[in-house]
């Protein structure tokens, strides 16, 4: 019986403020190095055009320890795998653009990736930590620039069932930490004090939205009057309530994310459910998951940390499966800040 010879995909990721790369051997990661951006926290954002230049400087010294780590040779890959989209076009660019100039110097096929679809497909890594679903399944793509409820039927076959329809919940969770005087990214610091606090103690209304869609704008303005009527009467409220109102917000937050992520179960029998995206590093999300499998009979999937942020190797199990199937981009393949899953 004849050896299949091993796939090596070097994948490169760049779509907003992380700049990354992974190298595969098939469907396992041999490396994912990750350089992450800090000018952004003096400014409580990501600016675009720092964003850019940052890339610029990480993205040569990245992809030259992934392979290193990966200890193979670049004559060994068989094709770059990159995001194409969506996200910051400047910072699509400075991968789009390392991908093209690669695969024509080492004269090896080039993959374009969707950033979203990549998440859906991490949970596709071999890791002993991590177990596949089955098709179909319900994934629910939690980011800041994102929030969908996706039925994936195969690798390449999905449909975005509900999507937000202005703000995304990783903005939320951002834009809530900043009324709250919280540093940027502030999401993991509402999650952290979330964990002392009660739940219970403020209520923020749930949006009343049409469908499996969601939307996250008039609970960010919730929050902002609520925080201006009471530090009116108590400049310290904050301060004083802090825990207790970061357990408040995220709670709410996670009502509105379980609240379409049952309706869409019931409506598609899918009992298959799966998180990705930034967001589903969120314990309290992580936690809602897990004891739905228990308390309604889903089979739920969360991914390791290391494939929740934004990383190469997600973008490399794509690259993976659409080398298998034969399904490479020309070297005339541009960026896409909106690259919509189809």
Same mark, same amino acid.
């Given at each position: 019986?004849?050896?299949?010879?091993?796939?090596?995909?070097? %994948?490169?990721?760049?779509?907003?403020?992380?700049?990354?790369?992974?190298? +595969?051997?098939?469907?396992?990661?041999?490396?994912?190095?990750?350089?992450?951006?800090?000018? @952004? *926290?003096?400014?409580?954002?990501?600016?675009? *055009?720092?964003?850019?230049? %940052?890339?610029?400087?990480? &993205?040569?010294?990245?992809?030259?320890?992934?392979?290193?780590?990966?200890?193979?040779?670049?004559?060994?890959?068989?094709? &770059?795998?990159?995001?194409?989209?969506?996200?910051?076009?400047?910072?699509?660019?400075? =991968?789009?653009?390392?991908?093209?100039?690669?695969?024509?110097? +080492?004269?090896?096929?080039?993959?374009?990736?969707?950033?979203?679809?990549? @998440?859906?497909?991490?949970?596709?890594?071999?890791?002993?930590?991590?177990?596949?679903?089955?098709?179909?399944?319900?994934?629910?793509? /939690?980011?800041?620039?994102?929030?969908? /409820?996706?039925?994936?039927?195969?690798? !390449?076959?999905?449909?975005?069932?509900?999507?937000?329809?202005?703000?995304?919940?990783?903005?939320?969770?951002?834009?809530?930490?900043?009324?709250?005087?919280?540093?940027?990214?502030?999401?993991?610091?509402?999650?952290?004090?979330?964990?002392?606090?009660?739940?219970?103690? !403020?209520? !923020?209304?749930?949006?009343?939205?049409?469908?499996?869609?969601?939307? !996250?704008?008039?609970?960010?303005?919730?929050?902002?009057?609520?925080?201006?009527?009471?530090?009116?009467?108590?400049?310290?409220?904050? #301060?004083?309530?802090?825990?207790?109102?970061?357990?408040?917000?995220?709670?709410?937050?996670?009502? &509105?994310?379980?609240?379409?992520?049952?309706?869409?179960?019931? #409506?598609?029998?899918?009992?298959?459910?799966? &998180?990705?995206?930034?967001?589903?590093?969120?314990?309290? /999300?992580?936690?809602?998951?897990?004891?739905?499998?228990?308390?309604?009979?889903?089979?739920?999937?969360?991914?390791?940390?290391?494939?929740?942020?934004?990383?190469?190797?997600? /973008? =490399?199990?794509? =690259?993976?499966?659409?080398?298998?199937?034969?399904?490479?981009? #020309? #070297?005339?393949?541009?960026?896409?800040?909106?690259?919509?899953?189809?």
């Amino acid at each position: 019986m004849l050896e299949h010879k091993p796939i090596f995909i070097l %994948a490169i990721e760049s779509s907003c403020d992380d700049t990354s790369a992974a190298v +595969l051997m098939n469907d396992k990661v041999l490396s994912n190095v990750v350089a992450t951006q800090a000018i @952004h *926290e003096e400014y409580g954002g990501v600016v675009p *055009e720092l964003a850019s230049r %940052a890339h610029q400087q990480n &993205i040569v010294p990245v992809v030259d320890q992934a392979i290193a780590k990966a200890n193979i040779d670049k004559k060994q890959l068989s094709a &770059i795998a990159f995001t194409r989209g969506p996200g910051l076009m400047g910072s699509l660019l400075v =991968g789009t653009s390392f991908a093209k100039s690669l695969s024509l110097g +080492l004269d090896i096929p080039l993959i374009e990736v969707n950033h979203m679809k990549a @998440h859906i497909l991490a949970h596709f890594i071999d890791d002993e930590n991590m177990s596949a679903p089955k098709f179909p399944f319900l994934a629910l793509t /939690i980011s800041g620039g994102h929030t969908q /409820i996706v039925q994936v039927n195969d690798y !390449f076959d999905m449909t975005i069932l509900g999507q937000t329809l202005d703000d995304a919940v990783g903005e939320a969770f951002d834009k809530s930490a900043k009324i709250l005087g919280l540093p940027y990214p502030g999401g993991p610091l509402i999650d952290k004090h979330a964990a002392n606090g009660d739940p219970f103690k !403020f209520e !923020f209304p749930i949006p009343k939205v049409k469908e499996l869609n969601f939307s !996250f704008s008039g609970l960010k303005t919730n929050i902002l009057y609520f925080i201006q009527r009471n530090t009116k009467d108590n400049p310290n409220f904050v #301060q004083e309530n802090l825990e207790d109102i970061c357990a408040s917000i995220q709670y709410t937050i996670i009502e &509105i994310l379980m609240r379409k992520l049952k309706k869409a179960v019931k #409506q598609t029998g899918i009992k298959e459910v799966a &998180i990705g995206g930034g967001v589903s590093a969120n314990s309290g /999300i992580r936690k809602a998951l897990t004891d739905a499998q228990v308390k309604y009979g889903w089979k739920t999937y969360i991914p390791q940390f290391q494939f929740c942020t934004d990383n190469a190797a997600m /973008i =490399g199990i794509v =690259g993976y499966y659409k080398y298998k199937s034969d399904q490479f981009a #020309q #070297q005339n393949v541009t960026a896409k800040a909106r690259y919509v899953i189809s």
